[in-house]
């Protein structure tokens, strides 16, 4: 069974409670959202629900594509800004609030429950421990880890899994989950599922495919072929724009990839691997960050998930500080240029060595 190693850096760690503590009670605030949280959310579903309306009532191809490309970057402004902070049951103190919240990954073509499953019992529990962490997972078209065979494909690696990144989203409503419910993810200690939830996970994919292909083609005067091609463009529009997150957070150039050792345990205390496995990018952007449901401040998401992400930016900052006083490691790329350039030369450099990477599963 893997462990962590025993707590490490305890006063550091003591310190840095204290003072996000303090921060909550001298501003009078909570740890959940708060109200610029729900009117963005309120913004968020509007924008989506007010563009899908726009979407069936154009008649020109060139601006249904264009509705396509924004459909599919608000699903995941969506899911990063409600469903995420509702997964880490952060957005409302009632937990049967964030779990009617997470009902918009249904909306939205995932599914909840299995994502809920995967993200805080598997990728926050383990953050790249490979075969621990189900979204840090071995793939043949990527040499991941040091005792993987290296193949002449892997040589172009920079080049061609950037294409394939577009195709994540799609991989995700025909299969990912699917494949989550037959064989649960790492760390989760369910040997069934409710019948219930294979029903919620059947139907909220037929009503999402019903939504975005057959209600556009019973009401629009386009080809059929004009509507799948719509609905591509919408899938490849979240896909690369949920990549920037997913792969600026934990699959940068330093990135690190801990192992157990043959007892199971790691080598880190479980704050302190959040702090190595992880890197924020962009900080000072108010845009990413709202855009992306803090998603950027990442490190401090990891060390403190229960805390709706509205919060991150000031805590980031009493982070870094605290770091700085105790001579503590902080990964952070300052810009997105930085964080997606550092992915770009990762992918590039582990082509060609035995250091580890990890890519998100495909």
Known sequence: MVRYNQIENAEFFAVLRVRIQHYFKSNELSIYAEDVAYAKAIVLIGAYALTYYTLLHTSAFDLYLILCVVLGMLKIFIALNIAHDAAHRAFFRNRKLNDLMLFTFDALGANGYMWKLRHVHSHHAFTNVPDHDADIKQSALVRIFPNSPLSGLHSYQHLYMPVLYGFYSLHWLLFRDFKDFINTPPNNHLTYHRKVELIRLILGKLIYFTMMILVPYQLLALEFYQVILG????????????????????????????????????????????????????????????????????????????????????????????????????????????????????????????????????
């Open 231 to 362: 609905f591509m463009v919408m899938q490849m529009s979240a896909s690369y724009t949920v990549a920037i997150a997913l792969a600026s957070a934990h699959v940068g150039e330093h990135a690190e990839f801990p192992e157990p050792d043959r007892t199971g345990q790691l080598p880190y205390s479980f704050l302190m691997h959040q702090l190595i496995t992880t890197t924020d990018f962009a900080t000072d952007s108010k845009l990413l960050t709202h855009l992306y449901g803090g998603f950027n401040h990442h490190v401090i998401h990891h060390l403190f998930p229960n805390i709706c992400h509205i919060h991150y930016p000031p805590l980031t900052k009493i982070l870094k500080n605290t770091c700085k006083e105790y001579g503590i490691g902080y990964n952070e790329n300052k810009t997105l240029i930085d964080a997606i350039n550092a992915h770009l030369q990762l992918l590039k450099s582990r082509s060609k060595n035995n250091l580890t990477v990890a890519m998100p599963e495909f």
